[in-house]
């Protein structure tokens, strides 16, 4: 029997799988002594991105989620098992929905989306040296992106203040990139 600090694994099956995620349940006893289940998704990993113009403004993109069933204002972003090269992926999925191609790509850090229910860790880049007066959208396949606009800093902070940026990861790397302005100064 496998453990995984205290926690005992009596089995482990898959109970849905597609190209982008697995589901997986444990059966499992707990370290309270009680038998138990936990399920958890496995996904692959993913980079989001800062994109921060030649005047210090950030790119969002306004995207349609389909489970929600929403628009959201959020960061650049995108997964693919396909690679460990995450600055490439990172590069790849900025050109991908904005049309920057950035100068530099700096890694902010590293992020665990989830950790109460996801496997997956993250890639956060800062992406510098670019003109925002030429973006456009070069989205394909299941992405709706709506909008696409440059918000000086000073925005992000109400945006997120008010509400307005809503979607998590966005929000924990958006953090990142600012913690790093202030250590910065």
Excluded at 20 to 26: G, P, R, S
Excluded at 39 to 63: C, R
Excluded at 67 to 94: R, V
């Amino acid at each position: 029997m496998r453990q995984k600090r205290g926690w005992k694994i009596k089995s482990s099956k898959e109970i849905y799988k597609n190209p982008w995620i697995e589901i997986i349940e444990d059966q499992v006893i707990r370290p309270d002594g009680e038998d138990g289940i936990y399920g958890y998704i496995k996904n692959h990993s993913a980079v989001m991105i800062v994109p921060e113009d030649d005047d210090g403004n950030i790119v969002l993109v306004n995207q349609y989620r389909y489970p929600s069933d929403q628009d959201y204002w959020e960061l650049p972003a995108g997964g693919t098992d396909h690679t460990e090269n995450f600055k490439e992926m990172a590069e790849q999925e900025l050109y991908e929905e904005t049309g920057i191609k950035a100068k530099e790509m700096i890694l902010l850090g590293e992020y665990i989306e989830f950790a109460l229910c996801m496997t997956n860790k993250n890639y956060a880049y800062l992406a510098k040296g670019f003109d925002s007066s030429f973006l456009k959208d070069n989205s394909e396949g299941d992405e709706i992106i709506n909008k696409i606009k440059a918000f000086s800093q000073k925005e992000i902070k109400a945006m997120i203040a008010d509400n307005i940026i809503q979607n998590s990861p966005s929000l924990a790397v958006l953090n990142m990139y600012f913690n790093r302005k202030n250590n910065e100064k």
